[in-house]
């Protein structure tokens, strides 16, 4: 009886040190497997023999322990070192890895596993996709890029496609004002030929002449129902303004620009077209029977208009209907620029901007800012106007009026636009007595059209998209998974884990928290498998392997010397 118990006992325990060893080899040959968390085999007694229960001590005598022989060992089970692997960096913006608890949640066809391997890839979708292929989960964004949480769905990230644009909202300015040069006093004046109401030049032409009854001075009709005015090459300080086109009449059937049939019509044309505010300065008027336009003061705002600028295109030969006179000139300390903006469709929009030194006092310099656009979908160029006001010293004190505003109707883009011209930073703009006037628009927040191009996971599990024109908008979240007894869950092939009774429903949430950790971008977390003592728990597995199998040989003697003794 007793070979028996210790033949069955050694045979338990050799089985106990084939699982030892089964579970060491499994963890040594998935030392390079990403993610992977190495296991122990655990045991417990299997049964006892007891001889005797041991006895309580008398008067006379003590007591016994109880005798008790073993009936060898049992596996009970398996346990997961769910420690962290190492990090390691892997350059490749689809990897991540998970620094602290917490499992990446894949997709498979409607049924989720779980997976510490975060070496992930786009699908032929551009869907976030693990090893096998299963999609990985988290939270998308709305139309305007902001992160969605609680709807949990595939993440796609559409490399090469998905594109974006910017419209501009604030712009920063920088430069030096010449604060010594000449205080602004007069805008450009040319002044026309003498015009009529009649053939017989007896009634001095005014604003409320028709155009059709406007004569020159040798009682020419100037205009007649239907013809067009094409004003062309007129330069406002240096710079070619667009040709313009003004039909004669009560209604546009040609397409032109805008269309009148009073003098004050085609003076409102004259102040749209040349960029000129008449409640600042300037304006178009007719005084005497001549055509007064004023620009504003400043030489950038000098405008160089001429008789041949403006021509009457009629059926038959092109007439030229004025002619004009310089008999003032634009004076005054001042400074333009030219920039771009985006709306908000990416398309540019060239706006100008012109500074005029207004006044000197003994509290310091005010200038006065004119920005206009071509681009503005009103016929006047004109978006806005405000001062700038610099201390003794040259530094900035004040702007007003900085917020600027664009009509941009029937373009697709965000009507109307709204754009913030930005002075305020006094490093970056002063009024000193330099030796010429600079100014430059440093910075702005719009961009054109651009494309996604790539992306990275910052620490929160967020995807951060970044398109060609610069800009980085959120795509989507990673969620991880957290579980109350993650021991409980059942491994699965592919570095997969799925759920059971015993680790309890996943709790979603992102990196961070619900108890999770965070997530490290471009990098992989490496098996936590520990080779050494993997190998020292290998040699003690074989040890104890061989020990067992001693029990066998041994007991084969005894029998051997047993049969021999009875023979």
């Known amino acids: 009886?007793?070979?028996?118990?210790?033949?069955?006992?050694?045979?338990?325990?050799?089985?106990?040190?084939?699982?030892?060893?089964?579970?060491?080899?499994?963890?040594?040959?998935?030392?390079?497997?990403?993610?992977?968390?190495?296991?122990?085999?655990?045991?417990?007694?299997?049964?006892?023999?007891?001889?005797?229960?041991?006895?309580?001590?008398?008067?006379?005598?003590?007591?016994?322990?109880?005798?008790?022989?073993?009936?060898?060992?049992?596996?009970?089970?398996?346990?997961?070192?769910?420690?962290?692997?190492?990090?390691?960096?892997?350059?490749?913006?689809?990897?991540?890895?998970?620094?602290?608890?917490?499992?990446?949640?894949?997709?498979?066809?409607?049924?989720?596993?779980?997976?510490?391997?975060?070496?992930?890839?786009?699908?032929?979708?551009?869907?976030?996709?693990?090893?096998?292929?299963?999609?990985?989960?988290?939270?998308?964004?709305?139309?305007?890029?902001?992160?969605?949480?609680?709807?949990?769905?595939?993440?796609n990230i559409p490399i090469g496609s998905l594109t974006i644009a910017e419209a501009t909202s604030n712009i920063n300015f920088g430069g030096t004002l010449n604060s010594g040069g000449d205080v602004a006093t007069n805008g450009t004046i040319v002044q026309s030929n003498v015009?009529?109401?009649?053939?017989?030049?007896?009634?001095?032409?005014?604003?409320?002449?028709?155009?059709?009854?406007?004569?020159?001075?040798?009682?020419?009709?100037?205009?007649?129902?239907?013809?067009?005015?094409?004003?062309?090459?007129?330069?406002?300080?240096?710079?070619?303004?667009?040709?313009?086109?003004?039909?004669?009449?009560?209604?546009?059937?040609?397409?032109?620009?805008?269309?009148?049939?009073?003098?004050?019509?085609?003076?409102?044309?004259?102040?749209?077209?040349?960029g000129i505010d008449p409640s600042i300065s300037g304006g178009a008027t007719i005084a005497n029977g001549q055509i007064n336009i004023e620009g504003h003061t400043g030489t950038v705002s000098e405008l160089e208009i001429t008789g041949d600028n403006m021509v009457v295109n009629k059926s038959t030969n092109p007439t030229l209907p004025f002619t004009f006179d310089e008999i003032q000139e634009a004076d005054g300390e001042s400074v333009r620029t030219s920039f771009i903006a985006y709306d908000s469709l990416g398309q540019e929009i060239i706006l100008d901007l012109n500074i005029v030194l207004e006044e000197k006092s003994n509290a310091g310099t005010t200038w006065r800012f004119y920005v206009q656009s071509e681009d503005d979908s009103d016929l006047s160029r004109i978006l806005g106007d405000g001062t700038l006001k610099f201390d003794t010293n040259g530094r900035f004190l004040l702007a007003t009026d900085t917020e600027i505003t664009l009509d941009l109707n029937n373009t697709g883009a965000l009507n109307p636009q709204t754009i913030t011209l930005n002075f305020e930073d006094e490093d970056a703009l002063s009024a000193l007595a330099a030796p010429q006037s600079t100014i430059a628009a440093q910075s702005q927040d719009g961009s054109p059209i651009g494309t996604l191009e790539s992306f990275y996971f910052s620490e929160d599990g967020v995807i951060h998209g970044v398109f060609s024109n610069s800009l980085e908008r959120d795509l989507g979240q990673l969620v991880l998974a957290n579980f109350v007894?993650?021991?409980?869950?059942?491994?699965?092939?592919?570095?997969?884990?799925?759920?059971?009774?015993?680790?309890?429903?996943?709790?979603?949430?992102?990196?961070?928290?619900?108890?999770?950790?965070?997530?490290?971008?471009?990098?992989q977390e490496l098996s936590n498998v520990d080779l050494s003592n993997e190998f020292i728990t290998l040699i003690n597995a074989t040890t104890g392997y061989s020990a067992n199998s001693r029990v066998f040989s041994t007991s084969d003697q005894l029998i051997q010397e047993l049969l021999a003794t009875l023979g």
Do not use: C, W
């Open 485 to 523: 007894n993650p021991d409980g869950l059942i491994e699965q092939a592919g570095n997969m884990y799925d759920v059971t009774a015993s680790s309890g429903d996943p709790i979603l949430g992102a990196p961070g928290t619900n108890g999770t950790g965070r997530t490290l971008g471009q990098a």
């Open 1 to 155: 009886m007793g070979l028996t118990t210790a033949l069955y006992t050694a045979m338990t325990g050799l089985n106990a040190n084939s699982s030892v060893i089964n579970v060491a080899g499994n963890n040594i040959a998935n030392t390079n497997t990403t993610g992977f968390k190495s296991s122990r085999a655990d045991f417990e007694t299997q049964i006892f023999r007891n001889l005797s229960n041991g006895t309580s001590p008398t008067a006379e005598s003590g007591g016994t322990n109880p005798t008790q022989i073993g009936l060898g060992v049992k596996f009970s089970g398996t346990t997961h070192n769910f420690s962290d692997g190492t990090p390691t960096l892997t350059g490749r913006n689809s990897d991540v890895a998970i620094e602290g608890k917490g499992f990446f949640v894949s997709d498979y066809g409607g049924n989720h596993k779980y997976t510490r391997a975060g070496d992930f890839s786009l699908d032929t979708e551009q869907n976030l996709v693990d090893a096998n292929g299963g999609r990985i989960q988290g939270y998308s964004v709305d139309d305007d890029y902001n992160i969605v949480a609680g709807v949990v769905g595939n993440l």
């Open 195 to 274: 015009l009529y109401a009649d053939a017989n030049q007896v009634t001095l032409a005014d604003e409320t002449t028709p155009l059709e009854s406007l004569y020159d001075a040798d009682g020419n009709q100037l205009f007649a129902n239907g013809d067009v005015l094409t004003i062309e090459n007129v330069t406002r300080g240096g710079a070619a303004l667009p040709s313009k086109d003004f039909e004669i009449g009560l209604a546009n059937t040609t397409g032109s620009d805008d269309f009148g049939a009073t003098m004050q019509d085609l003076l409102d044309f004259y102040e749209d077209i040349f």
